[in-house]
């Protein structure tokens, strides 16, 4: 799942999405057709990716994990090498305008 397939299926379905927290809660919302999907950082976000290798994948970065926009930067980039479609950011509004 793409950002792209999500655009060009604009208001020809509901999407639902879910914070999963381990594999077999994405598995299960996969095959439930729930192909947006949250997760948290953690160990298990490479299983989680393994397990829902075509959903979207929002991962949630700590906040208070970064104590520049430059960190928040490369901390975003390596939460996508482990799996992240995309990175959800709490900090401020510099940190995100970096991102």
């Known amino acids: 799942m793409?950002?792209?397939d999500l655009?060009?299926?604009k208001g020809s379905r509901k999407w639902l999405q879910l914070h999963v927290d381990t594999p077999a809660e994405a598995a299960?919302?996969?095959a439930c057709d729930i192909v947006i999907l949250s997760c948290e950082p953690d160990h298990n976000l490479e299983l989680i990716r393994?397990?829902?290798p075509?959903?979207?994948?929002?991962?949630?970065?700590?906040h208070g994990a970064v104590a520049s926009p430059d960190e928040a930067v490369r901390l975003g980039f390596a939460m996508m090498k482990r799996?992240?479609?995309?990175?959800y950011c709490s900090?401020?509004?510099r940190?995100?305008?970096a991102m």
């Open 28 to 30: 299960a919302a996969v």
């Open 50 to 52: 393994q397990a829902a």
């Open 95 to 97: 940190f995100i305008e």
């Open 7 to 9: 655009q060009s299926q």
């Open 83 to 87: 799996g992240a479609d995309a990175v």
């Open 2 to 4: 793409t950002v792209s």
């Open 54 to 62: 075509f959903a979207f994948l929002s991962v949630g970065m700590p």
């Open 91 to 93: 900090h401020s509004p």
